[in-house]
């Protein structure tokens, strides 16, 4: 691990404009993903901006009978609450699918929305990577592909969103809520708040240089029968091959999401009217443009199968 310096924030503003004005400055919460890059040298940070005093860590509810979920909320405190498991039990189910227990009583609310990729490529500094180094090139594609992506993918890059919950906030149509080194508020629907990886695969969200999570919103309760199906490698502490986030109402309509085929969780919301029509019929039409590779193209199946697992499911 290289030398950094380090500094306790106050404020989000104070945070936000502290790493804008700071070269090579990071913020540094629950450090569960931070801290494991800056030793493998992937993240090199001159400074690190701790937010832990920051009081970002509630759990509130809107005016409109949603959750406004605190960006320092551990994963643990966020699983279990009541409100959470009773009105939105999606989100408690991915998170409790993510990681082993001691680090989702770490991990943040913000920083596992902001977790990077797994691609071993991006891990091994011996190897090209577009994440890691922009224009170094991508030694995934045409390696070993098996975990990486099929969909939304591009030639410069062909690594995964790694997270659960971030799946299940995307179901649920939350809003991450920011503030800009200016000290302005701004509110990012999570559907904009991933970006595909294009020619810049190292830009990975919406956020500018600085901007600081305060929050995630979450809309009222559709109700509904709430499902997540996670298909791993072994049966804890892995991340997904394929995950499906689900709202299946009485009458078969619903939602879905699925993780661990894009560079974001993926939802198309046109493949939800056809839900109906089971999962063979949704797929086509959620998977319309997938470019899998040789190792990885049994993910198509396996969404198909997962997806329809979720409906048997939610049909009791």
């Not at 931070?34 to 040298?41: A, C, V």
């Not at 997540?228 to 009485?250: C, E, G, N, T």
């Not at 939800?272 to 993910?299: I, M, R, S």
Request: one cysteine or more; glycine letters at 8%; a positive charge.
């Amino acid at each position: 691990m290289k030398p950094f310096t380090y500094a306790r924030a106050t404020s989000p503003a104070e945070a936000a404009a502290a790493v804008a004005r700071t070269p090579n400055a990071k913020f540094i919460a629950g450090g569960t993903n931070l801290l494991d890059l800056m030793k493998l040298q992937i993240e090199t940070p001159a400074h690190l901006i701790d937010l832990q005093d920051l009081k970002l860590d509630r759990i509130e509810e809107t005016k409109d009978g949603g959750l406004r979920i605190g960006a320092f909320v551990s994963n643990s405190d966020l699983a279990s609450d009541a409100r959470v498991r009773r009105d939105y039990g999606v989100l408690s189910r991915a998170i409790v699918a993510g990681a082993s227990g001691q680090l989702r009583n770490k991990a943040t609310t913000a920083g596992n929305l902001l977790q990077r990729t797994r691609c071993p490529y991006f891990y091994d500094t011996n190897q090209a990577c577009n994440k890691r180094k922009p224009g170094s090139g991508c030694a995934a594609i045409g390696g070993f592909s098996r975990q990486l992506g099929i969909i939304g993918t591009s030639d410069a890059c062909i690594a995964t969103y790694p997270g659960d919950m971030a799946v299940a906030m995307r179901l649920l149509d939350a809003t991450v809520e920011t503030v800009r080194p200016d000290g302005a508020a701004r509110a990012i629907p999570i559907a904009d708040f991933y970006t595909l990886p294009g020619s810049t695969p190292h830009i990975e969200t919406a956020l500018v240089p600085g901007e600081l999570i305060t929050a995630v919103t979450l809309p009222k309760p559709i109700g509904g029968t709430h499902i997540y199906h996670k298909v791993r490698d072994r049966a804890s502490y892995a991340f997904a091959l394929v995950s499906v986030a689900a709202i299946v109402q009485r009458d078969g309509s619903g939602r879905v999401a699925v993780g661990g085929i894009a560079p974001k969780p993926w939802r198309v919301e046109a493949a939800e009217a056809v839900l109906p029509q089971g999962a063979a019929a949704v797929t086509p039409k959620l998977l319309a443009g997938a470019k899998p590779t040789h190792d990885n193209a049994f993910k198509v199946t396996l969404v198909e199968r997962t997806l329809a697992a979720a409906l048997i499911e939610a049909k009791g």
